[in-house]
């Protein structure tokens, strides 16, 4: 009851443009305003980064990330700033923490995070731990999201070596920087 959304339109040289478009019924879709800016820079360091405001705002589409990471109850205003920043990333696929997503449209998760917002509501496959920054670290147990979409391992997973890490009890218990755990409803093929 506290999420407003608006229906937000820009001028442009043909007239005026609903800024989310419209949805397969031509209805308008709405937006939400979140207090807060996002770095919108993909696969560069800071890319993806939200930044806490109380002077500025994102008018964030529904059914898109932010949006719906603020309607699952991580609200800037309520003092969740730090969950919508985890949130985001982990819902985009940013295990690298650089604005790159790694996820296709419609691929099912469960979340749930440090705080009670979202509890553990399926025994679905643990894909990752997420802060922030990005994946804090991700299981070998199934397989993640860039996987499934046959996109290539995020820089940060690849080789002997990642810069993130990949072990077996990854999402077991919440660690000192991780906000929020995820599942995917997958095969328990081991991917490393």
């Not at 093929?189 to 490393?192: A, I, K, L, S, Y």
């Given at each position: 009851?506290?999420?407003?959304?608006?229906?937000?339109?820009?001028?442009?040289?043909?007239?005026?443009?609903?800024?989310?478009?419209?949805?397969?019924?031509?209805?308008?879709?709405?937006?939400?305003?979140?207090?807060?800016?996002?770095?919108?820079?993909?696969?560069?360091?800071?890319?993806?980064?939200?930044?806490?405001?109380?002077?500025?705002?994102?008018?964030?589409?529904?059914?898109?990330?932010?949006?719906?990471?603020?309607?699952?109850?991580?609200?800037?205003?309520?003092?969740?700033?730090?969950?919508?920043?985890?949130?985001?990333?982990?819902?985009?696929?940013?295990?690298?923490?650089?604005?790159?997503?790694?996820?296709?449209?419609?691929?099912?998760?469960?979340?749930?995070?440090?705080?009670?917002?979202?509890?553990?509501?399926?025994?679905?496959?643990?894909?990752?731990?997420?802060?922030?920054?990005?994946?804090?670290c991700v299981n070998t147990n199934g397989q993640p999201r860039f996987l499934i979409s046959a996109?290539?391992?995020?820089?940060?997973?690849?080789?002997?070596?990642?810069?993130?890490p990949v072990t077996s009890t990854c999402g077991n218990t919440f660690g000192a920087s991780t906000l929020i755990i995820n599942e995917l409803q997958t095969d328990t093929?081991?991917?490393?």
């Open positions: 009851s506290d999420v407003g959304m608006y229906g937000v339109s820009y001028q442009s040289s043909s007239g005026w443009q609903p800024l989310c478009g419209v949805d397969s019924a031509g209805v308008k879709i709405l937006a939400v305003a979140v207090l807060g800016t996002w770095n919108y820079g993909e696969n560069v360091v800071g890319g993806g980064a939200y930044t806490t405001s109380s002077t500025l705002q994102t008018f964030a589409c529904r059914a898109k990330s932010i949006a719906k990471c603020v309607e699952m109850g991580y609200k800037p205003w309520a003092g969740r700033s730090t969950q919508l920043a985890a949130c985001v990333r982990m819902l985009r696929g940013d295990y690298c923490g650089k604005g790159k997503p790694y996820t296709t449209d419609g691929t099912l998760v469960n979340l749930y995070d440090n705080v009670g917002i979202q509890a553990d509501t399926a025994a679905w496959v643990k894909e990752a731990e997420w802060s922030v920054n990005g994946a804090v996109t290539k391992a995020p820089e940060c997973l690849k080789g002997s070596a990642p810069t993130i093929n081991t991917w490393q």
